[in-house]
């Protein structure tokens, strides 16, 4: 069978990792922290994939410890920037909160990802929602 040119890929895939996440499983932030770290070990400037890492991590657990659902991981290694998304089957947008003073530990997830993320967003889809961030492999 031959292969035209208009259906061969136009350039190769993009490094992906892609992960299922079982309810409540906080097990699976660092598992998810390894695997990115791996696949971002030649990518970016210095602490770029250590951002990547801290970021992802805060949406992986944010999606486990608010959403009481499975959660799926998506980060994608571009040519110029990673993209990772989190999505889950809860449909209330998340909001950026002013930590309180007296908890150390809560309400500083999305405060992180918009002070270090060059963009980040939230969407809907058929059921919940996605919630993402984008790094530049050359931000300093």
């Known amino acids: ?27 699976a932030v660092p598992e998810t922290r390894r695997a ?3 696949l971002l070990r030649h990518w ?9 890492e801290l970021l992802t ?8 410890v608010h959403t009481d659902h499975d959660a799926v991981v998506t980060a994608t290694v571009g040519p110029r920037a990673l993209r990772v998304e989190v999505r889950d089957f809860v449909a209330r947008i998340p909001r950026v909160r002013v930590p309180d003073a007296d908890d150390c530990t809560h ?6 990802v918009q002070s270090l993320a060059d963009a980040w967003g939230v969407r809907a889809h058929g059921v919940g929602k996605a919630v993402w961030f984008e790094l530049d492999a050359g931000a300093a």
């Open 1 to 27: 069978m031959e292969e035209n040119a208009d259906s061969a890929p136009e350039q190769a895939q993009s490094p992906q990792l892609r992960r299922r996440l079982e309810r409540a499983d906080l097990g």
């Open 36 to 38: 990115l770290r791996e």
């Open 44 to 52: 970016g400037r210095p602490g770029r994939s250590e951002i990547a």
């Open 57 to 64: 991590s805060e949406l992986v657990t944010n999606a486990l």
């Open 107 to 112: 309400g500083r997830g999305l405060a992180l």
